[in-house]
């Protein structure tokens, strides 16, 4: 399962917890709702630490992955591309 996914999943079901928590108390559901969402994104940022950082490093490697491929397509588009043997295809 994915860093982002187990995260994402961390964070609903926090949020799940904290309105259920809230159920009991006689206030109106906008306002306990709103109170659930502060109270597990503080929650969060504190329980869920250690799925936030290994999500980050996936999109931070997905990042790069996707800036060197862009440079390799820009090179290869450009003609600065070094072929490492000869294309048998090509003519010459």
Avoid: C, N
Wanted: proline fraction near 3%; hydrophobic fraction near 55%.
């Amino acid at each position: 399962m994915s860093a982002a996914l187990k995260y994402t999943l961390g964070r609903i079901g926090l949020f799940v917890v904290v309105v259920l928590a809230l159920w009991p108390v006689h206030m109106s559901v906008f306002l306990k709702l709103i109170l659930a969402l502060a109270f597990s994104a503080a929650a969060s940022f504190f329980l869920l630490r250690g799925w936030r950082d290994e999500m980050a490093e996936e999109m931070a490697a997905a990042a790069e992955r996707r800036r060197a491929e862009k440079e390799r397509l820009r090179s290869a588009l450009a003609g600065e591309d070094q072929p490492d043997q000869a294309d048998p295809h090509r003519e010459g």
